[in-house]
């Protein structure tokens, strides 16, 4: 079964932009926000982020699980890659660090470069999060595929980043589909309350029955795509793609963005900048 994921910026602005702009528009953001390390810099990119992400009005209900987990995944993330890693920074000399304090039970020096690198380091996680929603919540289910394959992707490229793309929500469609077939069977999926180790132990049940489904239906899937000669010639597609002025203005205004940081970069204004609070009055 082919489940198509949430088109939640339907009607959006930004959804009635060609769909190649937001795929433009993340690749040149990445690009961008990986080349800085200076938390001023980062903040406005941050800001420019937050603007573009409000143009797809997705609504807060239904995405705010999807941003509570990734605020928690990113800041897990830095904790463990900054805080106890005993403070190295690539590029950078521990030597020439400032001390805060000391973590008691690891006794792990926590440097002021430390937590500027650590906070920018989620400033920068976050960037990446708000210009990566759009992508899966502003294209048409249907548009993907094809804009994959304006951009310039061999067919069997974009098709199965089409496919892998509709994936997640038709294994979460199945998953919910074997938990309502062992209920049946007698299976309580509620007995392992709000304990998410309980919760996992509970699942393994399905995880046979859920495998097996995904397997079958990516056959089908395979079945079909060979009845229609995929892969033996060029591709057509019958959706047009063409940029408006507004479309060549925001993806003008996404490259523009990458040319300056990274020449900002290149200068050497885009290196880690330290907190000055963190620095004391004789910082």
Do not use: H, K
């Amino acid at each position: 079964m082919i489940v198509t994921p949430r088109y939640l910026a339907r009607g959006s602005w930004l959804a009635r932009r060609d769909p190649r702009v937001p795929l433009i528009v993340g690749v040149c953001a990445a690009a961008t926000v990986i080349q800085v390390w200076d938390a001023r810099i980062v903040l406005g990119l941050l800001a420019v982020a937050l603007l573009y992400y409000r143009t797809a009005a997705i609504p807060w209900r239904a995405v705010r699980r999807q941003w509570f987990f990734a605020l928690a995944f990113v800041s897990l993330l830095v904790l463990i890659n900054t805080f106890l890693t005993g403070g190295e920074i690539g590029g950078l000399d521990p030597r020439t660090f400032r001390p805060l304090f000391r973590i008691p039970i690891l006794g792990t020096m926590i440097y002021a470069e430390t937590v500027s690198y650590g906070a920018t380091q989620l400033l920068r996680f976050v960037t990446f999060v708000a210009v990566g929603f759009p992508i899966a919540y502003a294209i048409a289910p249907a548009d993907l595929g094809v804009a994959l394959a304006r951009l310039g992707l061999p067919d069997r490229f974009a098709v199965g980043i089409d496919l892998t793309f509709r994936f997640l929500p038709s294994l979460a469609a199945d998953f919910q589909e074997t938990i309502d077939a062992q209920r049946i069977r007698g299976y309580e999926w509620e007995r392992g309350g709000r304990n998410p180790v309980a919760r996992l132990r509970q699942a393994t049940p399905l995880i046979v029955p859920l495998t097996m489904r995904a397997i079958v239906g990516a056959e089908d899937t395979i079945d079909a795509m060979d009845l229609r000669a995929f892969g033996t010639g060029r591709r057509t597609w019958l959706r047009e793609l063409r940029f408006d002025p507004i479309d060549r203005l925001v993806v003008g205004l996404a490259v523009g963005i990458l040319v300056v940081v990274t020449v900002v970069g290149f200068a050497g204004y885009a290196r880690l900048w330290v907190f000055p609070f963190l620095l004391g009055p004789t910082g």
